[in-house]
């Protein structure tokens, strides 16, 4: 495996690379180099397999279907005896269930009673649906204009050739994809491991749940969001509570996190105008850069790996150590650290960094190679207000119109901190960089939210 790229190194190789003035746009080429697929794999059976990705290539054992056979019920027939013009009366010789195979021999002016699945019998390739027929005493009648050669008959290998590539390495195991697998009898398939990743909320002002209301204080819903997001995503979540802003417990986070994680989900703590220590945990504790998004909601984001050691001076040099939190964390150690994603606090400013950056990256941590999901074009059915220079997502509702043409329009209060017009919301509106005020009618962007969690 080549080394991994320093932040450094990543931000060197980038053009026009502005941590400060970060485009929206630039920040997927960034953690595409920061992050890789995990090395590990696994041969998982079908049923545990779902939503992992694919580790290798899986090659066809077998033809798919093994056999020509029918599609339909009705009577297998030769093709060639078909004429334009001339309805066709065959003699009834037998009758062919699925799971069977005809060996008798089948002359010309006879048919072979047939149910869909059942293999073609030899020399035949053709099938007319029962409905299409009559029956009389000399057997079945086959009017004319309604059937040609080679109709409601599938092919031996038409789904999957043997020997050709049916699924590839990278691809995430939808339900298409189990099905698929199955049909070529493959009990396991090998799937990258599953990935870990840890998240904790950070801040004084934050409350757990049970906990007391008090003045000033919030509940802490980012650790609620980014469990669903993770879950839908099918990673192994580790959760870490609620973290207050005391360097020793904000360490004894980190690095629990870093030894049993691939990835540390934080949110709050980032933007410049922070007082508490969460930045300056995440400089000591790792290679990390902070950066400000030209984005809406959004902006302050850090990203970087930190380290999973603990620094004997920095702990020793403190007299709040022996109060910090000490996790359990002696399974699955992770030498090499973890990819930090330090998100802003904002509750909707972390939904949508999650789905515009980290998604992404974690995708590509997972193994998976599949393209983004393709954003919608729906009319704006209202002005919405944008300044050239920043991109900005916002909450909306897409909805068929009358004459089927989508349709959307924002949910309400566009609040960095306002959950409720997200709940609301079914995709995310996206302006994009250079864009400017969108009048009513004009075409946008729509990040469709059933496709991203
Ligand atoms: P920060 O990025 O730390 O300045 O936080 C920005 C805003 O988000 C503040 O109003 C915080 O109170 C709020 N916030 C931060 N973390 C959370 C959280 N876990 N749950 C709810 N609100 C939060
Ligand atoms: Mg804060």
Redesign the pocket.
């Known amino acids: 495996m080549t080394r991994a790229l320093t932040l450094a190194e990543i931000a060197a190789g980038l053009q026009g690379y502005d941590p400060q003035a970060l485009r929206a746009s630039d920040v997927g080429a960034f953690l595409e180099r920061l992050v890789a697929p995990v090395a590990e794999t696994e041969a998982l059976g079908l049923f545990e397999a779902l939503g992992r990705v694919l580790a290798q290539d899986v090659i066809s054992p077998i033809h798919v279907p093994p056999h020509d056979n029918s599609a339909m019920d009705g009577y297998a027939l030769d093709g060639r005896q078909l004429l334009p013009d001339q309805a066709l009366t065959l003699r009834v010789v037998g009758k062919v269930l699925a799971g069977q195979a005809w060996t008798g021999p089948v002359h010309a002016g006879e048919c072979v009673k047939i149910m869909t699945g059942a293999p073609m019998p030899a020399g035949l390739d053709t099938v007319v649906p029962q409905e299409f027929t009559t029956a009389g005493t000399d057997g079945i009648t086959v009017p004319a204009g309604v059937l040609s050669a080679g109709d409601n008959r599938r092919f031996q290998g038409e789904d999957l050739r043997q020997g050709a590539v049916a699924l590839s390495k990278g691809e995430l195991l939808t339900p298409a994809a189990l099905g698929l697998a199955a049909s070529m009898g493959l009990k396991t398939v090998p799937v990258f491991r599953r990935l870990r990743v840890a998240y904790f ?3 004084d ?2 409350l757990s749940l049970g906990e007391a209301a008090r003045e000033g204080a ?6 609620y969001t980014v469990f669903g997001l993770l879950t839908r995503l099918g990673v192994q979540v580790i959760d870490l509570g ?1 973290v207050p802003d005391t360097p020793a417990r904000l360490e004894a986070a980190f690095l629990a996190a870093a030894q049993q994680a691939d990835a540390i989900i934080t ?5 410049v105008g ?1 007082a ?1 220590h969460t930045r300056t945990l995440m400089k000591q504790l790792g290679d990390v850069t902070f950066w400000r998004i030209a984005m809406r909601p959004g902006r ?1 984001m850090a990203v970087g790996r930190i380290r999973a050691e603990r620094i004997p001076a920095l702990s020793a040099s403190r007299a709040d150590t022996a109060s910090a939190t000490s996790y359990q964390n002696e399974s699955n150690p992770s030498p090499a650290g973890a990819i930090l994603f330090g998100l ?4 909707v400013a972390v939904m949508v960094t999650f789905l515009a950056f980290v998604r992404p990256a974690l995708l590509r941590m997972m193994g998976c190679t599949r393209a983004a999901p393709p954003l919608l074009r729906a009319i704006s059915t209202e002005p919405i207000r944008k300044k050239p220079g920043r991109t900005e997502y916002q909450r909306g509702r897409v909805t068929t119109a009358a004459d089927g043409t989508l349709q959307v329009a924002t949910t309400g209060n566009q609040g960095s ?1 306002v959950l409720s017009s997200m709940v609301q919301a079914n995709g995310l509106i996206v302006l994009h960089h250079d864009q400017n005020t969108v009048a009513p009618g004009d075409a946008v962007d729509v990040m469709l939210l059933d496709a991203v969690m």
């Open positions: 909320s950070t801040g002002e934050i919030v509940y802490d819903s980012n650790r609620v949110s709050g703590g980032v933007s922070e508490d302050p802003p606090g904002n509750p901190g």
